[in-house]
């Protein structure tokens, strides 16, 4: 998991140029360019290329902390949301729909259990 690869870094000594952790999306980044140059897919490749090109220009440490913490309040509210419609299916009786709910509840939990798992180190 990348953000949990970039909170690793931030105890790893800093360069003058790029931090570590700015490193490490980099070069995630950069390794999906090269999976799309390896497939063949131009507009894929395209749409890497300028997403590099912003993250170069406004990658720090506290953007990427932010973008962590970010991801687990997105997480945090799915949650929330998916519990609202197991209950609402439970209200209704709808037995067709509790299977699905709680299963998306349950995807839902993971998603926030791995986007917490960079904020507990």
């Known amino acids: 998991m990348l953000c949990a690869s970039v909170l690793l870094a931030y105890a790893a000594p ?4 790029e931090s570590r952790a700015c490193a ?4 995630d980044i950069e390794s999906q360019i090269s999976e799309a140059q390896a497939r063949g ?8 290329q300028r997403a590099l090109r912003a993250y170069l220009a406004k990658c ?3 953007s990427l902390a932010r973008e962590c913490d970010d991801r687990f309040a997105k997480a ?3 949650v929330v949301e ?3 419609d197991l209950l609402e299916a439970e209200r209704k009786g709808d ?9 998306k509840l349950e995807e839902a939990r993971s ?3 791995e986007a917490q798992k960079p904020l507990q180190r």
């Open 14 to 17: 800093v360069s003058a140029a």
């Open 60 to 62: 720090t440490d506290a």
């Open 24 to 27: 490490i999306k980099r070069s």
């Open 41 to 48: 897919q131009s507009q894929e490749l395209r749409g890497l």
């Open 76 to 78: 945090q509210r799915e």
């Open 95 to 103: 037995a067709g729909k509790l299977a699905s709910r709680r299963a």
């Open 82 to 84: 998916r519990e609202r």
């Open 111 to 113: 998603e926030l259990a």
